[in-house]
């Protein structure tokens, strides 16, 4: 008998799934891959259902002979494994990025006569709307903002990119790129407090109230569904901490970062070239401490930020300092440098690694840009923040075409390299 494999991410079965089920019954013995959570996030959007769950619901399903786990987004293993005659797919995954997976499973089957099954894809309200409604549900507090543990453990390193607004959020949340047949997207979102003074033409120095800080998130909630990691500065007073904390999970972010200055803080970017003063570890701790103890949820994460290498305060004193704030109950470090060399933060990652195997590490590589994502996860960083690139890509981009619309009299000349109206007005979902 012949072998009709498909593989499923989804978490809901509607009609479209069915009747890929029927149409490879025709074929001979049904497989239904389950793709498996680490490849399902860089895939498609994050699993509502565990992958324990998606497995028990394929195998629920009536003309399903076998479900196997696919590991990977690339068909290989699976298709070395079972070697199926045909494997069925609905026709969308002719367009787009996902075109190179096909193009890959095509060159796997076709090398031993096997054949793909190209189903019209199902295009119905019906199917429409429970997209909607898988989107709504993974954008509430309740479950967004538990969901940046949860990638911690599924992937060797979360990626968050900056957003300072509902447009750059949708970026974030949107970006799909495919390399080498694989597609690849952010998990989460950096709501920078650089990037979000800058939007409002303000310096980077607490200036900007909690109450506006509140409103990019509302901004960026409303329109996306990925995890928020919050730049909550020196968080400010303890007794004002203790609110923030409290708002900050209401709204379903998943985690505030808070860095051991007081004072009046400057960008961290500047480094001793301005005045900045770090807080003592017993102030830091106290703060770290009355946040912990305001947190109403398992799920939010106040993670401690160590300025000593940007103080030029040595390593030592940066290790001395997470060891006392893990103590204090952070549920994460994130030891930042400005150097254009990552040496720094390397040494630091391996030594607090050779004594703490468990607590996440983040960090943020604006200067010392050259590191890639596997060889930060290989020192142990849990994830890594782009911190201001949206926002350095789009300023010089507006300002040229500002001063070429006052060069030219007319707005003719920049057309070229704009995004035209038509796509501006489509980038954005409607209900
Ligand atoms: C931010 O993005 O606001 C940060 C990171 O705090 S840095 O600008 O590098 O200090
Ligand atoms: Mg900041």
């Not at 006392?324 to 549920?331: K, L, R, S, T, Y």
Request: charged content about 30%.
């Amino acid at each position: 008998m012949k072998t009709a494999y498909t593989c499923f991410c989804t978490d809901v079965i509607h009609e479209g799934h069915l009747n890929i089920i029927a149409n490879a019954r025709k074929y001979g013995r049904v497989v239904v891959g389950c793709l498996s959570d680490k490849a399902l996030i860089r895939y498609n959007r994050f699993p509502t259902v565990s992958q324990e769950n998606r497995l028990k619901l394929y195998r629920s399903l009536d003309g399903v002979d076998e479900v196997v786990i696919q590991d990977d987004m690339l068909y290989d293993d699976v298709i070395t494994l079972i070697k199926p005659d045909y494997v069925i797919h609905g026709d969308n995954w002719k367009e787009g990025p996902e075109s190179a997976i096909r193009k890959h499973v095509d060159e796997l089957v076709s090398a031993y006569g096997g054949e793909i099954i190209d189903v019209p894809y199902t295009y119905s309200d019906k199917v429409k709307k429970i997209d909607l409604v898988l989107r709504a549900k993974l954008a509430m507090p309740e479950y967004r903002r538990k969901r940046l543990r949860d990638l911690i453990k599924m992937t060797p390193i979360v990626k968050a990119m900056e957003a300072h607004s509902g447009l750059t959020g949708l970026i974030v949340e949107k970006t799909v790129v495919e390399v080498d047949g694989k597609l690849d997207q952010f998990d989460a979102m950096w709501i920078s407090s650089l990037c979000d003074s800058t939007a409002k033409g303000k310096p980077d120095i607490e200036l900007v109230d909690m109450t506006s800080r509140f409103r990019t998130i509302d901004d960026i909630t409303e329109v996306t569904t990925k995890p928020i990691i919050f730049d909550g500065d020196t968080g400010g007073l303890t007794e004002h901490f203790v609110y923030t904390v409290r708002s900050l999970e209401r709204m379903g972010v998943s985690a505030v970062i808070i860095e051991d200055k007081k004072g009046l803080k400057k960008n961290s970017l500047f480094g001793t070239e301005v005045q900045q003063t770090q807080a003592t570890i017993e102030e830091f701790c106290e703060k770290i401490r009355a946040g912990k103890e305001a947190q109403l949820t398992e799920d939010f994460m106040i993670i401690a930020r160590i300025e000593s290498l940007i103080l030029e305060k040595g390593m030592e004193d940066a290790l001395a300092r997470a060891r006392a704030f893990v103590d204090a109950g952070a549920d994460g470090i994130m030891i930042h440098s400005r150097k254009k060399d990552p040496a720094e933060i390397i040494e630091f990652c391996d030594k607090f690694r050779a004594e703490d195997s468990t607590t996440p590490i983040v960090v943020v590589p604006s200067s010392f840009n050259s590191i890639t994502e596997e060889e930060l996860a290989d020192h142990g960083v849990n994830i890594v923040i782009y911190a201001n690139q949206l926002t350095r890509a789009a300023f010089p981009a507006m300002k040229k075409t500002a001063e070429d619309i006052l060069k030219h009299h007319r707005a003719m000349e920049v057309d070229d390299s704009l995004m035209s109206i038509k796509e501006i007005i489509t980038l954005i979902d409607e209900l």
